[in-house]
């Protein structure tokens, strides 16, 4: 079993930053590609950002020049960098990792950005 827990959200006002944390747990032999995934109320759950085993990334368009994806193997985790945060970056956001062929996710954590 694995097991993911995101850490670092909070309440931000407009234009500032967060760095959100990914730790992944449990049985694991090597972790492939991670992700964060927004979800804001009423909404399904979005792609943010992915990065593969080898640290190939890929950012959806609306987080593209403002959010940076990356992880450190040795330690089975995955960060997003968040800067210029925008009100409707308001969401949850979940981690996502695929080991052994299957996918996990954390609980979420809340992020807020407002006045």
């Known amino acids: 079993q694995v097991q993911l827990v995101e850490s670092g959200g909070g309440l931000v006002q407009p234009g500032g930053s967060l760095r959100l944390s990914c730790a992944a747990s449990?049985?694991?032999?090597?972790?492939?590609?991670m992700g964060w995934y927004i979800q804001a109320p009423g909404k399904q759950r979005e792609l943010v950002a992915t990065?593969?085993?080898?640290?190939?990334?890929n950012y959806a368009d609306s987080v593209k020049g403002r959010f940076t994806i990356s992880r450190d193997n040795a330690k089975n985790t995955m960060y997003l960098q968040m800067n210029s945060l925008k009100p409707e970056d308001t969401a949850v956001y979940y981690c996502?990792?695929?080991?052994?062929?299957?996918?996990?996710w954390g609980p979420g954590t809340q992020v807020t950005v407002s006045s």
């Open positions: 449990g049985s694991i032999f090597s972790i492939g590609s």
């Open positions: 990065i593969t085993s080898g640290g190939t990334t």
């Open positions: 996502k990792a695929r080991v052994t062929m299957r996918d996990y």
